[in-house]
């Protein structure tokens, strides 16, 4: 049984259907990336997958609950972590306090403490929970961003553009950290950088225009035709 | 009397009503909607077109229309003048933004008030109206200057339509309105139309005041009333939309009219105050605005 | 363990400050630390949540009728009284917050001062229930506390001070506890505590209940301590005073409220021996604040000198 489940997903704003009918699997344990050129509904479809716009038409089920109707927060605590792609932390709290709210609102609210630090620990911001998060590099804080995801304990986990704005050397070290969080956590990822798609994803889904164009492993999307002539080729 | 006649009186006392308020919330309507300000301090600037109007009256001798017309240039230039110091020293510097301007704004509605209580007094005092005419329907006597009073509101929101949709500066107002950016970016000084839009609603509150005062007194705390009722006005009929006001004004006006007649003033003001919560809260563009 | 030892030191100050005092002072210390008390609960919904209201006036006014009512129409003792003003501090709050809150900023600023605003009409309305604009004498009977009259200087100035102690205290655990980083965390960025699983109607409309129900305490001990209740304490300046206090005090700070309120007390009572014009200095300083020092001083001591201050 797939984890995070849609079907006939759909979103119009005005004309523009921006999300048309869309059929979606996430499997337990994936790393799942969904590219396609701008406009084609990604950022749209990882929206109504987390609840932040509600769905015209169609339903979601995470591990076989309906949660079509279920707002993001309720969302957020059933273990759909979402990250966002424009770093959206709160700059006026230290990065302790940041992670600790993840905690809090999270599956496995426990000691706050410990936790945060474990969570810090593993996108390598260890020891800097004291600091103002407002004060951090651009890198620390998309780091930040990642250890709130994290915090939340999730089943799945959104990650829209993260590596975004990343250096190089950065980019490494974002990908070592991804695929330590397989099989616990599946990954949805929306990434504009092909290589980390190719060398990250177990299976990747093309959108064009509100719908999926194509779906398979990496592989088999660099070889369809279909994929080619939209998107790759270009 | 019978009930006809009262219903008449009711409506005709309402439509009063909805006149004064129209001009009261006309300037408050056209200051949201080009500056996105809530401009708390509105209610001052009516009272202080009153006061204006009675120290004219003081001033100017002959008979009460001269002053009446030396009130209505003299009281809306001044006050314009106070409301563009207070946009340059106060509102320009908190670059609008909404909820400061807010606070910003019941400062000076403090301030305003209690230089009027200083320089004016505590005392309600009348002021003459411009002309004594009554004319008598077959079950009582109506005040002239109350019908003229809504035909003066009919055409200072004409001018003020056509002002906006037909003039050059009205464009440019519109232009700001919609995306100050965009208007910087097309060589608007968004300032200075900030400025004259805020004047420009202060003077027409005091220009309402002055057409209302003969039909009621001047006073230091006359303020608060028209500023309830304007944001009641411009919330109902839509934040920014000229004809949602207009409307939005005689729905009240009538209503608070016959409430008024047949309950109380209290019990009009209390449904109409939650109504302007239910609004906001249920159809923020209003019950007459255009779409969101 | 320092910012309890903080707050403690100032509570015995205050205490100190209250006893030793010529009796003039006492009196004016137990009205501050009151009003302190009702900005105490404003600065949990604005300094802290960001909810920037102009309708407390309604919570304060709600608490004070729902204890000085009963006392003058079933001759309620002030104990019990004092509860039901805080029950319906916290009433008044939840049914107005529950709609406010479906609106946000600008058009949440308004919705508030609006319910106020028609609760102050009703209270005039209704003046044969409510005694109106002019108001009511609390009847001596209901203004006592464990045997002492509250009319004293000395018994009123300690009540005035537990109560505010007793809010302090309780503010200053709110804050520092998980709730209170929620509170903080609505105020930074909603969308963001949103997506860490908060729900954020259900956690502002709980501030706003704990903050009117704060609010209506104050009005409560108001009526009972200084033996009055009218109209006029639900018009749209006791909506403004808190905000006064807080903004002037600082925003955000948990001694920001008792700071502000008798900074502002003694301001306006010095401006009222020289001029009549007190609502002047209200709308200056108001302005003044808004202009130049938004933080309000314990804002910028946090600031500059001691950033850990709760």
Do not use: C
């Not at chain 1, 999300?19 to 929206?47: C, M, R, W, Y």
């Not at chain 2, 008598?136 to 005040?143: E, K, M, R, T, V």
């Not at chain 2, 608007?188 to 004259?196: C, F, N, S, T």
């Not at chain 3, 009055?228 to 639900?234: D, E, I, K, T, V």
């Amino acid at each position: 049984m797939s984890l995070l489940s849609a079907r006939g997903l759909t979103r119009h704003f005005g004309g523009i259907r921006a999300v048309d009918g869309v059929d979606f699997d996430l499997e337990p344990g994936e790393i799942h990336a969904l590219i396609g050129p701008n406009g084609a509904g990604k950022t749209t479809l990882v929206s109504l997958l987390s609840g932040r716009i509600p769905a015209q038409a169609g339903t979601i089920t995470l591990a076989g609950e309906d949660i079509t109707r279920l707002p993001a927060h309720a969302r957020v605590r059933r273990g759909l972590a979402y990250t966002f792609q424009i770093t959206s932390i709160f700059p006026g709290l230290t990065v302790f306090d940041n992670v600790a709210l993840a905690v809090q609102g999270g599956r496995q609210p426990g000691a706050l403490g410990p936790t945060v630090e474990a969570a810090l620990a593993r996108v390598g911001l260890q020891g800097m929970g004291a600091e103002v998060a407002g004060t951090l590099s651009y890198g620390h804080q998309r780091l930040l961003e990642l250890a709130m995801g994290l915090a939340l304990a999730p089943r799945v986990l959104i990650l829209d553009e993260p590596t975004q704005g990343l250096a190089a050397g950065e980019i490494e070290g974002f990908k070592a950290l991804v695929r330590g969080l397989v099989p616990q956590v599946a990954v949805l990822l929306i990434e504009h950088n092909m290589e980390v798609v190719m060398d990250l994803a177990t299976r990747i889904t093309v959108l064009t225009s509100g719908r999926v164009l194509a779906r398979g492993t990496p592989a088999e999307i660099r070889a369809d035709k279909a994929v080619q002539e939209a998107y790759l080729g270009a | 009397m019978g009930f006809g006649p009262f219903l008449l009186l009711a409506l005709m006392e309402g439509l009063v009503t909805a006149a004064v308020l129209s001009l009261a919330a006309v300037g408050l309507s056209l200051v949201f909607g080009v500056m996105r300000v809530v401009n708390v301090a509105h209610g001052e600037f009516f009272m202080l077109g009153a006061v204006i109007a009675w120290f004219v009256a003081g001033l100017v001798p002959g008979p009460a229309w001269m002053a009446f017309l030396a009130a209505l240039v003299l009281a809306p230039l001044v006050v314009g003048a106070l409301a563009a110091a207070v946009d340059g020293l106060v509102l320009k510097r908190l670059n609008y933004d909404p909820e400061a301007t807010i606070v910003a704004t019941i400062g000076v509605m403090y301030m305003v008030q209690q230089a009027a209580l200083s320089f004016y007094g505590p005392d309600a005092r009348p002021v003459a109206a411009p002309f004594d005419w009554r004319f008598q329907l077959p079950w009582f006597g109506y005040s002239g200057y109350k019908l003229f009073v809504v035909a003066a509101a009919v055409a200072v929101l004409l001018a003020v339509w056509l002002g906006m949709t037909r003039t050059r500066a009205g464009l440019v107002m519109r232009a700001t309105q919609v995306d100050r950016d965009v208007a910087r970016a097309f060589g608007i000084d968004v300032e200075r139309v900030y400025m004259g839009t805020f004047a420009l609603g202060a003077g027409l509150a005091a220009m309402g005041a002055v057409l209302y005062v003969p039909i009621s007194q001047a006073h230091y705390l006359m303020g608060h009333d028209p500023l309830l009722l304007s944001f009641i006005v411009v919330i109902i009929g839509g934040l920014g939309s000229l004809r949602g006001t207009l409307v939005a004004a005689l729905v009240i006006g009538l209503s608070d009219g016959v409430i008024s007649m047949f309950f109380s003033p209290t019990l009009a003001k209390i449904l109409a105050t939650l109504l302007v919560a239910m609004v906001l809260v249920f159809r923020p563009q209003g019950l007459f605005g255009a779409k969101a | 363990m320092r910012a309890w030892a903080v707050h403690l030191a100032v509570l015995a100050a205050l205490l100190a400050a209250g006893l030793l005092l010529p009796g003039y002072h006492t009196t004016n210390l137990a009205r501050i630390l009151v009003l302190a008390t009702f900005a105490a609960g404003y600065n949990l919904a604005f300094g802290y949540t960001g909810l920037l209201s102009l309708g407390h006036a309604m919570f304060f006014a709600a608490g004070m009728y729902a204890a000085a009512l009963p006392a003058w129409h079933w001759g309620w003792p002030a104990a019990p009284a004092l509860l039901a003003g805080t029950a319906g501090g916290a009433l008044m709050a939840l049914a107005t917050g529950a709609l406010a809150l479906r609106t946000a900023g600008v058009s949440f600023m308004i919705v508030t001062l609006m319910f106020a605003q028609a609760f102050a009409l009703a209270i005039l309305y209704f003046n044969g229930w409510t005694g109106g604009d002019e108001g009511f004498v609390i009847p001596s009977a209901s203004r006592h506390l464990f045997g002492t009259s509250l009319a004293a200087d000395t018994p009123r100035f300690l009540a005035a001070w537990s109560l505010f102690a007793l809010g302090l205290l309780l503010s200053l655990a709110l804050v520092r506890s998980r709730f209170g980083r929620v509170m903080v965390a609505l105020r930074e960025n909603e969308e963001r505590a949103r997506m860490l699983g908060i729900n954020p109607f259900a956690a502002k409309l709980k501030v706003l209940v704990i903050s009117g129900a704060w609010s209506g305490a104050a009005g409560a001990a108001y009526a009972l301590l200084f033996g009055y209740a009218g109209g006029s304490f639900a018009g749209i300046q006791y909506s403004i005073l808190p905000m006064l206090y807080v903004l002037l005090g600082g925003a955000g700070t948990t001694l920001g409220a008792v700071l502000g309120a008798g900074l502002m007390f003694y301001l306006t009572e010095f401006a009222s021996s020289v001029t009549s014009a007190w609502l002047f200095l209200v709308g200056l300083v108001l302005v003044v604040l808004v202009l130049f020092a938004p933080k309000g001083i314990l804002g910028w001591v946090r600031a500059r000198l001691w950033r850990e201050l709760p």
